[in-house]
């Protein structure tokens, strides 16, 4: 396989006195750059060994570690600088070196270098894979099947009996409006350890896995995540032991809503609070509702033949119609009160296909406000579509 030698210097004696040492193959490449000639050339160059003369040249190999990103960097210096040293491996270099090093020396550090690099090349070979699979997003390493990471992670924690937390992320409504998903998820992984796992649950909603830490631990480190958020963002903390994927979830979504919908002390009565609560509630409903019928709106519209879709969404409620000539479906969301929400499934089929005969068939699964997330409601919309083919089967098909 061909591997691609960078050297960057201002000193063109350099290039002379490097590339005699160099050991190439037939099929590697090799490129000369001054330092002014990198930023524009950079997207080029990705999956390279960089070899940089820092000589008399300190500040310029300092900022080119800001275009090298991960690439593997060997940093050369006529005379040893133990502070740059010190600043440069800080930055990731891999190796320094002064001509006192050996030939043989020095191709040895190229060769783990070149080894640097194909893992790298592997790295992305596989992150692609990932997301064309739709299992992380492209811009940030967060997982977008929470439910299958959790899973996959909870085995690994019982089997080794290791202490983790999970956290419910989200940012407060007038956040949402403000805050980016990238923005977010970029904070985030910054200041988290490679080990510990940022999960996609729903839009503007994460979950976190904290590995080697109890909740006091992982207070602390959200307390400093949340300094470099602009916005408001608020989170819920479980310690994981020996509960169940869906406890850990409950767990964690209730206590990340005690904390969006805790209102302020005011001077106002109690029934203005309620009033602003109940505003509040409906609003968070709506737009979990309109999101997920319009999603499911397109991902069926294209799908499904001799079917008629509707749906109709409005201050705390939302009702998803599915119609055929004979059988229609109605999914009708509606919160009574501030304490429960009730899905309501009502089938109304023409039994003698002659518009005269109706019966209906009903059910209600009520929620708790916590539990009404985005992926649970399109869970239980897809299973009521799915119900309605069963219940008009040969009169469409799919």
Known sequence: MAERIVLVSDDLNFFSYILPKIRLRNSDEIYRFSFDELPDKMDKLTDSVFIINSENNSVKTLQLFDFINENPVIVFAYNVDEELKVELYKRGMNSYITPDVSDEELNSKIMSCFRIVSSLKKNKMYRELLVDNRLITPNNEVFLNSNLILDNELLKI?????NAVLAAIAPDEKSKHTLQPNQIETIILNNIRNNDI???????KYF?????ADIKTVQNIWDKIKLKIPDKIHAGFVQVGFKTRQQLVSEALMKLHENINRLPVSDDSSMANFKIFRQEFNKQLGQIIYPVFY???????????????????????????????????????TAPGLSKINVDIIYEIDNENAGKNFSLKSKRVTLDPHEFESGVLQDLLERFIQEFKSEVEGEFTE
Do not use: C
């Not at 019982?158 to 290791?162: A, L």
């Not at 976190?208 to 080697?212: A, K, P, S, T």
């Not at 119609?321 to 969301?333: H, L």
């Open 198 to 204: 940022l999960m996609n649950y729903a839009p503007n």
């Open 158 to 162: 019982r089997k080794s009996s290791i």
């Open 295 to 333: 999603q499911i709106q397109q991902m069926y519209s294209d799908r499904l033949s001799g079917i008629k879709m509707e749906q109709e969404t409005g201050e705390g409620f939302g009702i998803y119609s599915v119609k055929t000539k004979y059988v229609n479906g109605y999914f009708k969301i």
């Open 208 to 212: 976190l896995l904290f590995y080697n």
